[in-house]
């Protein structure tokens, strides 16, 4: 239900904000939930984490459901993307978008081999915590 009312939320506000023949209007969104929680590379003693609230950009809404199958790849990607960063990466600015641009092609290519279409147009990190 909550996905649904973020769905139809995001649809309104991009037919409302989009510039005309700019985008398509049917895009989606899909949040992982709970929040990805995992250890980075750290260079001092105790163990570093980080955790990410994502939301994919979906090509089409009516794509939500195949994404939302396909999710325990997509977040076992993300995981395993997070935990190879070293502790710089993960800590500057720069970094960040790194990790998100490494993390958007590794889910591209996972749902193009999976459904033959990229499918996840975008990812947004609306939460990013690192200790």
Do not use: C, W
């Amino acid at each position: 239900m909550l996905r649904l009312l973020l769905v139809s939320i995001a649809s309104f506000v991009l037919l409302f904000t989009a510039p005309a023949q700019a985008e398509p209007k049917n895009i989606g969104y899909f949040g992982f939930e709970p929040d990805i929680i995992t250890n980075y590379v750290s260079n001092k003693r105790n163990i570093g984490f980080i955790r990410i609230t994502a939301e994919l950009m979906i090509t089409d809404v009516a794509n939500v459901g195949i994404v939302e199958h396909h999710s325990p790849l997509l977040r076992d990607a993300i995981i395993d993307i997070l935990m190879r960063q070293p502790e710089q990466k993960v800590k500057s600015m720069t970094g960040r978008e790194e990790i998100r641009l490494k993390i958007l092609d590794r889910l591209q290519e996972l749902m193009k081999k999976e459904t033959g279409q990229t499918l996840v147009k975008d990812i947004l990190f609306t939460k990013y915590l690192y200790h």
